[in-house]
T-cell receptor, first 114, second 114 residues
């Protein structure tokens, strides 16, 4: 299965600032996704990162708040913009090669907004 | 849209007890079903999966059978250990209208006492 390097692993940020999270995969993958896991909660899909085009966002998430890039088949970034304490969560990158390959998750970025 | 519902937690068991965590889903078509586990302080790991009706996924003593007639994918283990204490997530992907994204249930916390 694919191996994901997600950076940073954690950060403490001031409200009103932005943080960009990187997801690097060791092999080409078909699909890349970004999830949010709020404290004590399940994983909620933010968006599907599409190579060379705009990401597909789930209901309740917008590009201005969570801009996403995916320049190639092995790399994506998620930016959390104009942060508030409510954005404090774990953000996870996930990838899949499709078919029966299943899904692999990065180790996550633990974000605290103060 | 597609959704996954898990039994409420937390579930507290004594070591060597039998475990069942219920999971039901709503989806059209033929989704793939997964169980993921998140150990304390760690990332998300695939525990087992099933891709078609009547398939049984198994790993580390855990089992789950894809039951299309009852739209269920219950997780079972005959004898739990303290080391099984974790959060368990049921998830689905595929089915009609699903563009490959993985949708999670709310998670069930399992605590096993010696």
């Amino acid at each position: 299965s694919a191996v994901i390097s997600q950076k940073p692993s954690r950060d403490i940020c001031q409200r009103g600032t932005s943080l960009t999270i990187q997801c690097q995969v060791d092999s080409q993958v078909t699909m890349m996704f970004w999830y949010r896991q709020q404290p004590g909660q399940s994983l909620t899909l933010i968006a599907t990162a599409n190579q060379g085009s705009e990401a597909t966002y789930e209901s309740g998430f917008v590009i201005d708040k969570f801009p996403i890039s995916r320049p190639n088949l092995t790399f994506s970034t998620l930016t959390v913009s104009n942060m508030s304490p409510e954005d404090s969560s774990i953000y996870l990158c996930s990838v899949s090669k499709g078919g029966d390959y299943g899904y692999t998750f990065g180790s996550g970025t633990r974000l605290t907004v103060v | 849209g597609n959704s996954v519902t898990q039994m409420e937690g937390p579930v507290t068991l004594s070591e060597e007890a039998f475990l069942t965590i219920n999971c039901t889903y709503t989806a059209t078509g033929y989704p793939s079903l997964f169980w993921y586990v998140q150990y304390p302080g760690e990332g998300l790991q695939l525990l087992l999966k099933a891709t078609k009706a009547d398939d049984k996924g198994s790993n580390k003593g855990f089992e789950a059978t894809y039951r299309k007639e009852t739209t269920s994918f219950h997780l079972e283990k005959g004898s739990v250990q303290v080391s099984d204490s974790a959060v368990y997530f049921c998830a689905l992907s595929g089915g009609s209208g699903n563009t490959g994204k993985l949708i999670f249930g709310q998670g069930t916390t399992l605590q096993v006492k010696p």
